[in-house]
């Protein structure tokens, strides 16, 4: 079955320290892999994604590559700000695009 | 473009009551979905809609909760009678077949006392 499975959080950083948010998948087939943020109070926004193996998503300096080897899609950015304190999901949709499998969410708090 | 809308964004209601949240999908968008979110169980699928038809409703936690969606713009997520274990925020979210990307609406923060 399809399923994700992402790092337990939460995460706390300094400004400008460097993110990675790790993400592994389950699935049969290819996949689109997807990261979705949730600011405190708001709904999930789609922060980036990736349609195929080896495709690299980014926004807002957040990049993740699609890795097909080894079932993986983390998020990374390089120099963190205290906006970005959210929480941020890991999510995979099936072949037809109607069935959305997300991760547990993983808590980052940037303190300045 | 407007996103998912839905209402109300926040209702506190007593036990027992009944307890209707509102979703307008994005124009266009033919699948939706009501997700609930809780601390304890996280981010979970309730039942989604292609064209108007329910389409899997295996989340639905138990009798008292139903959902509807009579026509393309417009879901209802009903609760009859609430308990207090009910409380967490419900999303509704669509998206275009093919698209394959979920849209969220801002959420509805139910409160059972």
């Known amino acids: 079955g399809n399923s994700v499975t992402q790092m337990e959080g939460p995460v706390t950083l300094s400004e400008e320290a460097f993110l990675t948010i790790n993400c592994t998948y389950t699935a049969t087939g290819y996949p689109s892999l997807f990261w979705y943020v949730q600011y405190p109070g708001e709904g999930l926004q789609l922060l980036l994604k990736?349609?195929?193996?080896?495709d690299k998503g980014s926004n807002k300096g957040f990049e993740a590559t699609y890795r097909k080897e080894t079932t993986s899609f983390h998020l990374e950015k390089g120099s963190v700000q205290v906006s970005d304190s959210a929480v941020y999901f890991c999510a995979l949709s099936s072949l037809t695009g109607n069935q959305f499998y997300f991760g547990t969410g993983t808590s980052l708090t940037v303190i300045p | 473009d407007a996103g998912v809308i839905q209402s109300p964004r926040h209702e506190v209601t007593e036990m027992g009551q009944e307890v209707t949240l509102r979703c307008k999908p994005i124009s266009g968008h033919d699948y939706l979905f009501w997700y609930r979110q809780t601390m304890m169980r996280g981010l979970e699928l309730l039942i989604y809609?292609?064209?108007?038809?329910?389409?899997?409703d295996s989340g639905m936690p138990e009798d008292r909760f139903s959902a509807k969606m009579p026509n393309a713009s417009f879901s209802t997520l009903k609760i009859q009678p609430s308990e207090p274990r009910d409380s967490a925020v419900y999303f509704c979210?669509?998206?275009?077949?093919?698209?394959?990307?979920?849209?969220f609406g801002e959420g509805s923060w139910l409160t059972v006392v």
């Open positions: 990736a349609t195929k193996a080896d």
């Open positions: 809609f292609n064209n108007n038809v329910p389409i899997d």
């Open positions: 979210a669509s998206s275009l077949a093919g698209g394959n990307t979920i849209y």
